[in-house]
């Protein structure tokens, strides 16, 4: 079940059926399931490529901090993390 | 231009251990000698990465019945395309699965035809219920995503119950329950398939109180009961392709059966120029081929208009409305036979054949 929080240790990892893709006839990351694929946005497709099970939550936010100084990350990025949880597309 | 394909449907051959009345397959199966060969499969799967295709259903037939299907599958995943194949189970052992894996199958997608082994065995014309639950659980030993696809219809609404329960036992993160549509095959055997509406109702009632727990399912809406048609799977040469065993292009795998079309071929044209520039993939594309209640239809960019191949097959003009439409001026063609469904004791199966050996 995922939690509606973010916890300290977790360290998301795509889930297997998940395969992450850059799409150059499109420009774009996706996420390729059965039966679906799913179009992330370019910040979406950066977080998702740091989901490598090494990383917890908070290496994340710190490694994404370093290119993007000063974005609203250490509420963004948890948030976005549970709802690709929620999903069912990381573990 | 042209909105770039995302799919490819690869039936690697007509050949099937199996013979199911409503397979979706042509009536016309492609012999085996006129199949394309690993190196042109290679190509299409190269071409089709090239053009932005991302997904592929390695299908059939049987599609295990090749016995390149690794090497093929392998080329598929080279070109970076997420692969699932469809199978009927039958000659799927672990190392089979195994060696596909490590090609890089991402997904299996199983088909059974019953819950139980008696009726599922009748349906698909021979003795199988035993192989595919040995399949099932090859698949779920593996821990790839597994699909279970069931094609409803008469014979086997009334035991969904028991269908779901399989499929939660054995081990399927989804399942497809897929009302029969009925072209090809399946509009020859419609009168032994065709459900009574209280058998579709007391299904739906079942898929409707499922609690959420265990396999996704997803319903394949019965369209002969709605009066609303099924929407074209995005519309009309604007998702995906299907290239049958001779290298035959299509916008959908039920096409075949449109004699008029003249679909291109992969041995002859680029996918690329069939996907932009050939005739049949853009004989029904957007909405300006439409005719009567469609034109004006409010509904027109959400359904396209229904499906292409069953106005074709039911009216011989694939430009009309969709009879499943209750809009179509040919509606009677499907309420009649649905009504009718409810009386007539139904007949036996004429099942699919390979063609006769010449
Ligand atoms: S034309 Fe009919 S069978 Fe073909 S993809 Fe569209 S809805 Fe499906
Ligand atoms: S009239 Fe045509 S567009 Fe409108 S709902 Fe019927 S099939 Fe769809």
Redesign the interface.
Do not use: E, I
């Given at each position: 079940m995922p939690a509606d929080r973010t916890d300290g240790d977790w360290r998301p990892a795509l889930a297997r059926s998940i395969v992450l893709r850059h799409d150059t006839v499109r420009g774009a990351d996706l996420l390729l399931m059965p039966e679906r694929a799913v179009r992330l946005s370019e910040t979406g497709g950066r977080v998702l490529r740091l989901c490598d099970g090494s990383r917890t939550v908070g290496d994340i936010v710190a490694e994404l901090g370093e290119a993007f100084p000063g974005a609203p990350l250490d509420d963004d990025v948890p948030e976005f993390l549970d709802r690709v949880r929620a999903e069912g597309w990381l573990r | 231009m042209t909105d770039?394909p995302?799919a490819l449907l690869a039936e690697l051959t007509h050949a099937c251990p199996l013979h199911c009345p409503y397979c979706s397959n042509p009536l016309e199966l492609v012999r085996r000698d006129a199949e394309l060969d690993t190196a042109e499969w290679a190509r299409v799967f190269a071409e089709a990465a090239?053009?932005?295709i991302?997904?592929a259903h390695i299908s059939g037939g049987e599609p295990l019945l090749r016995r390149d299907i690794v090497q093929i599958v392998e080329a598929a995943h080279d070109a970076?395309v997420?692969t699932?194949l469809v199978t009927s189970g039958l000659g799927l052992t672990s190392r089979r699965l195994d060696d596909l894996v490590r090609a890089g199958l991402?997904?299996v997608?199983l088909s059974v035809q019953d819950a139980r082994a008696e009726s599922s065995d009748l349906i698909a014309g021979r003795t199988s219920f035993r192989a595919k639950e040995r399949a099932a659980g090859v698949i779920a030993a593996a821990?790839l995503?597994f699909?279970l696809n069931v094609v409803l219809h008469r014979h086997n609404l009334d035991r969904l119950q028991e269908i779901l329960d399989l499929g939660a036992r054995w081990g399927a993160?989804?399942i497809e329950l897929a009302n029969a549509q009925f072209y090809g095959w399946a509009l020859r055997n419609r009168t032994a398939l065709l459900p009574a509406r209280e058998q579709l109702d007391r299904a739906k009632e079942i898929v409707a109180a499922h609690d959420g727990s265990g396999p996704e399912i997803v319903w394949v809406l019965p369209d002969y009961y709605e009066g609303v048609p099924k929407p074209c799977m995005g519309g009309w040469g604007a998702r995906s392709i299907t290239v049958g065993p001779d290298g035959t292009a299509l916008p959908c795998p039920a096409a075949y059966a449109m004699p008029d079309l003249a679909p291109p071929n992969v041995r002859d044209h680029s996918l690329a120029w069939i996907w932009a520039e050939s005739p049949a993939f853009n004989a029904y594309r957007g909405t300006g081929w439409m005719t009567g209640p469609c034109r004006e239809c409010p509904r027109r960019e959400t359904d396209f208009g229904g499906c292409r191949c069953q106005a074709f097959a039911l009216t011989g003009d694939a430009a009309r409305t969709d009879p499943a439409c209750g809009l179509s001026p040919d509606h009677h063609l499907v309420r009649d036979a649905a009504e009718a469904a409810g009386s007539v004791a139904g007949s036996g199966f004429a099942y699919r054949r390979p063609p006769p050996v010449r």
């Open positions: - | 770039a995302w090239g053009m932005g991302v997904q970076g997420y699932q991402n997904s997608q821990g995503p699909g993160d989804r």
